[in-house]
C-alpha cells in the first residue's frame, strides 16, 4: 500500500455552512443514510468528525470524537489518528468528510480498523476529484496557493481491500436542488449516465476476517491404497 501523507494541517468544516452547497449534500446523504439503513445496524456506534454528528443511527451507544476541538454534541475530544478506544469495541463509524482533510489517512484508516469488531461496517462520504466542481475549483486554489489533500475514491477501495474489507455500496452523487422535483429529475438521470462525475462519493464496507483472494492451491499428486478389511 503506497503511503499517502502531507507535512501541513488542512482546515477541517466545523459545520455544514463551511461547505459549498452544505445544505443540499447533507439532504442528500440523509437520503442515502435512510435508505441503507439495513447495513448500518450494531449496538455500538462511533461518529467521526462534527459534519457526522446530525446522522441519526439505530445503535444503543453513540459516541462522537472530534478532532482536538471542542465542539457542540462531541463525547470524546482526541486525536483522531490515535483513538483512545480499545480494540474491535466498534460496530459502525460514520465517516464523513474526515479522511479528505487528514494529513495522513492511511493512519486513520489503520486506526479506524483496530477499533472496529468483526464484521463491523464503515460509510464513508468524501470528495471526487473527478467531478466538475472540483476541476473547475482547482484553478482557484493553485492560484491561492491552497495545498489540496484529496484523493481518488477508487484509491480508498483499494486500501480499503488491503485491509481486508469487502465494499458493499460504492456510489458517486450530484448535489442539486432536492427540493425541486425538476432538480432531482435531472440528478437522478445523472446519477444513472454520469456517475464517475458526481460531486462526491458514499461507500459502505464490511470488515472481514477471512481473506477475500483465497490463495490458489497447486495440483497435488494424491496416491490412494485399498482399504484392508480383517
Not at 3 to 23: C, Q, R, V
Not at 49 to 58: E, Q, R, T, V, Y
Not at 77 to 94: A, F, G, K, M, R
Not at 188 to 209: M, P, V, W
Request: a positive charge.
Amino acid at each position: 500500500m503506497k503511503e499517502h501523507w502531507t507535512e501541513y494541517y488542512l482546515n477541517y468544516p466545523l459545520s455544514w455552512d463551511n461547505l459549498y452547497k452544505g445544505a443540499q449534500t447533507k439532504e442528500v446523504i440523509k437520503l442515502k443514510v435512510n435508505s441503507y439503513k439495513s447495513f448500518l445496524f450494531g449496538p455500538t456506534c462511533m461518529k467521526l468528525g462534527p459534519l457526522s454528528f446530525i446522522f441519526k443511527s439505530n445503535s444503543k451507544y453513540n459516541i462522537n470524537l472530534s478532532d482536538c476541538i471542542k465542539i457542540d454534541g462531541s463525547n470524546i475530544i482526541c486525536n483522531t489518528h490515535d483513538l483512545p478506544l480499545q480494540d474491535n469495541s466498534i460496530d459502525v463509524s460514520y465517516i464523513i468528510y474526515q479522511l479528505d482533510y487528514s494529513f495522513y489517512p492511511q493512519k486513520l484508516l489503520k486506526e479506524i480498523d483496530r477499533v472496529m469488531s468483526t464484521d463491523g461496517t464503515l460509510m464513508i462520504v468524501g470528495f471526487n476529484p473527478f467531478s466538475v466542481n472540483y476541476l473547475l475549483n482547482f484553478s482557484k486554489a493553485i492560484n491561492k496557493k491552497i495545498r489540496l489533500g484529496f484523493y481518488t475514491p477508487y484509491t480508498l477501495k483499494d486500501w480499503l481491500f488491503f485491509l481486508n474489507y469487502e465494499v458493499i455500496v460504492f456510489e458517486n452523487f450530484f448535489v442539486l436542488n432536492q427540493f425541486s422535483s425538476k432538480f432531482k429529475c435531472v440528478s437522478d438521470k445523472l446519477e444513472c449516465h454520469c456517475q464517475l462525475f458526481g460531486n462526491s462519493y458514499f461507500l459502505i464496507a464490511k470488515k472481514r476476517t477471512y481473506p477475500l483472494t483465497p490463495l490458489k492451491v497447486g495440483k497435488k499428486n494424491i496416491s490412494y491404497r485399498p482399504i484392508v478389511l480383517s
